[in-house]
Antibody, heavy 122, light 110 residues
Framework: EMQLVESGGGLVQPGGSLRLSCAAS????????MNWVRQAPGKGLEWVAN????????YYVDSVKGRFTISRDNTKNSLYLQMNSLGAEDTAVYYC???????????????WGQGTLVTVSS | QSVLTQPPSASGTPGQRVTISCSGG????????VFWYQHLPGTAPKLLIY???QRPSGVPDRFSGSKSGTSASLAISGLRSEDEGDYYC???????????FGGGTKVTVL
C-alpha cells in the first residue's frame, strides 16, 4: 500500500524550531517531487514548499523563505521540513504530498499523508 | 487572501448539480493546469481533478472540471451526502514560483 506518514509535530514556543518528517512507503519515493502543504485552524490549504527528485530544486512560499528548509533522503524514503523562527502564524496541520511531475507540467498531488499538528504557543 | 478566488460556500439537495468557480490570473490559471482537491472532515486531502478536466482512477464521473481563460470550475452532479466537505482549486503560479490554492468552498448537502 502506498503511504505517506508525517511525524515530528508538537507544541513549540514562539521563536523555536521543529523538524517534521514524512516517511514514504509502497512506491518509488525517489521518482517524485514532494510537497509540504499546511492548514491553519479554520483556514484553507496553503502550499509551503516543494523539492524535486534529487533535491537540487526547491521552492518556498514567501512567508517561510529564510526560515524553513525542505530536504529529502532518498536512501531513507523520507522527506523533511526544518522549521526555524516559528511564530503563531505557523500553527497548522502540515501535510506531505507527492507529485510525479515537475510543478510547471504537474500531474497533481495524488497521495497525501494524514498530517501532523504543529502548535506555536507560549 | 488567496491568490485564487473561490466562493466560500455552495449547497444543494441530493441529486442536484453544484458548480464551484475558481478565478485566478494570467500567471496561474491563465497559463497553467488547474487542479481540484476534495478535503472531507477527518481525512487527508484527495486529488479530484488534474490538468483542468482529468479524473484520477477511482473518482466518479459525477465530478468534472473545466477551464476557460483565467477561470476554472468544478461541477458535482448527482450530489450525495458523502460529498459534503471542502473543495480547493490549485495552480502553479509562474510569478510566485509556487503553488497557489483557492480559499476553499464548503459544500453542504441540504
Amino acid at each position: 500500500e502506498m503511504q505517506l506518514v508525517e511525524s515530528g509535530g508538537g507544541l513549540v514556543q514562539p521563536g523555536g524550531s521543529l523538524r517534521l518528517s514524512c516517511a514514504a512507503s509502497g512506491f518509488s519515493f525517489s521518482s517524485y517531487w514532494m510537497n509540504w502543504v499546511r492548514q491553519a485552524p479554520g483556514k484553507g490549504l496553503e502550499w509551503v514548499a516543494n523539492i524535486n527528485q534529487d533535491g537540487t530544486e526547491k521552492y518556498y512560499v514567501d512567508s517561510v523563505k529564510g526560515r524553513f528548509t525542505i530536504s529529502r533522503d532518498n536512501t531513507k524514503n523520507s522527506l523533511y521540513l526544518q522549521m526555524n523562527s516559528l511564530g503563531a502564524e505557523d500553527t497548522a496541520v502540515y501535510y506531505c504530498a507527492r507529485d510525479p511531475l515537475a510543478p510547471k507540467v504537474a500531474a497533481g498531488m495524488d497521495l497525501w499523508g494524514q498530517g501532523t499538528l504543529v502548535t506555536v504557543s507560549s | 487572501q488567496s491568490v485564487l478566488t473561490q466562493p466560500p460556500s455552495a449547497s444543494g439537495t441530493p441529486g442536484q448539480r453544484v458548480t464551484i468557480s475558481c478565478s485566478g490570473g494570467s500567471s496561474s490559471i491563465g497559463s497553467k493546469f488547474v487542479f481540484w482537491y476534495q478535503h472531507l472532515p477527518g481525512t487527508a486531502p484527495k486529488l479530484l481533478i488534474y490538468r483542468n478536466n482529468q479524473r484520477p482512477s477511482g473518482v466518479p464521473d459525477r465530478f468534472s472540471g473545466s477551464k476557460s481563460g483565467t477561470s476554472a470550475s468544478l461541477a458535482i452532479s448527482g450530489l450525495r451526502s458523502e460529498d459534503e466537505g471542502d473543495y480547493y482549486c490549485a495552480a502553479w503560479d509562474d510569478s510566485l514560483s509556487g503553488w497557489v490554492f483557492g480559499g476553499g468552498t464548503k459544500v453542504t448537502v441540504l
